[in-house]
């Protein structure tokens, strides 16, 4: 359980830093972002702290889905694609209520390239230990629905500085991601889930501030 407890806290204080400095994300609720670098920095320390950390300790969870069945990958599909759809308009709407001016390297081209390499590798990663390495090692030692709750737990208190709508809603998709994963044996559908709403997200949030710039 020590490697988990140690990524945690060290992506924790990271996190923190970056709350402080209104740098959690690249659409903040009511301030420009503060620092890009610090955005930056957050999520490479989560690659760092829930991707290579665990490696140390544990073997890689499955990520392969060879044998699922055509059901599975249909399922699977149909979620991805629901998730990106409602990704793009909530982001539109948000953004439509959002008047905060953005930092003007956030829209640079070089910035972004570098934004979105680092914010699908960290999401990856964050998804890897969520409902791979940490769900599964619960799962052995404290039985299913126990692992569930605890992840899910574990899951809305690192949201909590990004308010009480989204602390919420990590309560109904931590659970499909965990369900996901547990009916695949894998956590590659909810890293794919996971992707589809925060890629088409953070998209719409630079095709709109462009367009305002």
Avoid at 135 to 147: I, K, P, Q, S, V
Avoid at 157 to 182: D, Q, T, W, Y
Avoid at 203 to 212: A, C, G, L, N
Wanted: charged share 10%.
């Amino acid at each position: 359980m020590e490697p988990f407890i140690v990524s945690i806290a060290v992506f924790t204080a990271v996190l923190l830093v970056a709350y402080r400095r209104n740098s959690l994300r690249l659409l903040n609720p009511e301030t420009a972002v503060g620092s890009p670098s610090l955005l930056i920095l957050l999520n490479v320390t989560g690659i760092l702290t829930f991707g290579l950390l665990p490696l140390l300790y544990f073997p890689l969870p499955e990520m392969f889905l060879v044998n699922a069945a055509t059901s599975k990958w249909l399922l699977l599909a149909a979620l991805v694609l629901l998730t990106s759809c409602f990704a793009y308009f909530i982001a539109e709407k948000d953004l439509q209520q959002n008047k905060v001016s953005v930092h003007p390297k956030l829209l640079s081209s070089g910035f972004l390239l570098l934004y979105f390499t680092v914010r699908i590798a960290f999401i990856a990663t964050y998804e890897i230990w969520f409902r791979g390495f940490f769900l599964f090692f619960c799962m052995d030692r404290l039985g299913t629905f126990n692992a569930v709750a605890l992840n899910v737990v574990l899951y809305v208190l690192l949201h909590a500085v990004n308010g009480k709508r989204e602390m919420l809603s990590c309560i109904p998709f931590g659970i499909l991601l965990c369900a996901m994963a547990i009916w695949f044996e894998s956590p590659l559908p909810a890293v794919l889930i996971h992707l589809a709403l925060t890629v088409p997200y953070d998209i719409q949030f630079v095709r709109i501030k462009s367009k305002t710039r």
